[in-house]
C-alpha cells in the first residue's frame, strides 16, 4: 500500500481507501502549524511510519501554542501502531523531543488541575520512557 497523505487519510477514513486521491498542498511540515486546512487526530491511524513522523511535529507544536485541531495525544498513546519500530523509525533526537512535548503536556494539564487529563499523559510518558534509538553511525 502507498503511504498517503493527510487528507487522502481523511478521504479514505470517510468513503474508503480506493477514494484517497487527492493529495496535500503542504510542501513541508513547518506550513502546516498554520494551515487553516489541517485538522482531525484520526487521520494518523491511516498513515504510515513515515507519514506519521511527518505529521506529528506540527501537531506537537500547535498543541503547544493552544491549537488542537490535531491532538498529538491519540498517535502517542500507541507509539507501536503509530510508528511502527519506534526506535528504528525515530532518530534519538525525534524520541527526545516527543518525551518533552509529553512532559510539558503533563506539566500544563497539572497547572490546570485536569487531573483525568494528566493521568492520560503520565500513562504516555511511562509507555514512551521505554525507548532508546541507537544514534545513526556514519556510512563509511
Not at 4 to 23: E, H, K, T, V
Not at 66 to 84: H, K, Q
Not at 101 to 122: C, G, K, M, P, V
Request: hydrophobic content about 40%.
Amino acid at each position: 500500500m502507498q503511504a498517503l497523505s493527510w487528507n487522502q487519510a481523511d478521504i479514505a477514513d470517510m468513503y474508503g481507501q480506493d477514494s484517497a486521491r487527492f493529495p496535500d498542498t503542504d510542501s513541508t511540515w513547518e506550513e502546516l502549524v498554520t494551515a487553516n486546512w489541517w485538522y482531525g487526530d484520526w487521520c494518523f491511524g491511516f498513515l504510515d511510519p513515515k507519514g506519521a513522523r511527518y505529521y506529528l511535529p506540527a501537531a506537537m507544536i500547535c498543541n503547544l501554542l493552544g491549537d488542537y485541531r490535531v491532538d498529538a495525544e491519540n498517535p502517542l498513546r500507541r507509539p507501536g501502531g503509530t510508528f511502527g519500530d519506534v526506535e528504528e523509525t525515530l532518530s534519538e533526537s525525534q524520541i527526545l523531543a516527543i518525551r518533552s512535548f509529553i512532559r510539558r503536556s503533563a506539566e500544563l494539564a497539572a497547572s490546570n488541575d485536569l487531573d483525568s487529563e494528566f493521568e492520560a499523559w503520565i500513562e504516555i510518558q511511562n509507555e514512551w520512557s521505554s525507548y532508546y534509538a541507537s544514534p545513526k553511525l556514519p556510512n563509511p
